[in-house]
């Protein structure tokens, strides 16, 4: 089998096989590692992290540094950073391989714990900076709501009423992802298959 070529595409818009040297990519792998890297990108992570990941996660074997630069077509620097990247999120790590000096990766497999570390460390911290946020700016409200000027009362009334709503699901926010990370650190996969199996 020849390995794919990203830019190749057939009539129906899958990925063609073309000749290439070094690491294959099945069509299933270049579609996958593909979407993965839009979905990922729309998150505000960077495309290739996706990518990489997605390719690591389908592959049945370690890969090396070298083996993901020429199945992406992407440069030593891109690799190496993105790799890093990912190793700082817990959802690629080094292996060894007996007999060969070189760096090998492989990807968490376990998803839920892979998206509960993000919950925690990213969207976790952007709710805990909202709430903060709004917590000042209804402390900063107080004093205009004891204004002499009425039109001055009614709008810190209204603003004060409508950031405290904001705040209330602020709060309710950083419950579930609480909730969801402290469920995490239990075996959740059979739980998340359960829920994601289609109905019969």
Do not use: C
């Amino acid at each position: 089998m020849d390995p794919v070529d990203f830019a190749a595409r057939d009539a129906s818009g899958k990925p063609e096989r073309v000749s290439r040297e070094g690491k294959e990519l099945w069509p299933s792998e270049a579609a996958v590692s593909d979407r993965v890297g839009r979905l990922i990108e729309f998150w505000g992570f960077k495309r290739n992290m996706g990518r990489v990941w997605s390719v690591l996660y389908l592959s049945p074997d370690p890969l090396s540094a070298e083996d993901l630069r020429e199945a992406l077509q992407l440069s030593s620097g891109a690799v190496s950073m993105t790799l890093s990247e990912l190793g700082r999120w817990g959802v690629v790590r080094k292996v060894w391989v007996q007999g060969d000096r070189r760096d090998y990766f492989s990807a968490e497999i376990q998803l839920w714990k892979m998206i509960s570390r993000v919950f925690n460390e990213r969207e976790k911290a952007e709710v805990e900076n909202a709430i903060e946020a709004f917590e000042e700016a209804l402390v900063s409200l107080e004093p205009l709501k004891a204004s002499p000027d009425p039109k001055v009362r009614a709008r810190a009334e209204l603003q004060f009423e409508r950031i405290t709503n904001l705040l209330e699901l602020a709060r309710l926010g950083k419950r579930l992802l609480d909730a969801l990370v402290t469920t995490a650190k239990i075996d959740a996969e059979p739980l998340v298959r359960f829920l994601l199996q289609r109905p019969k």
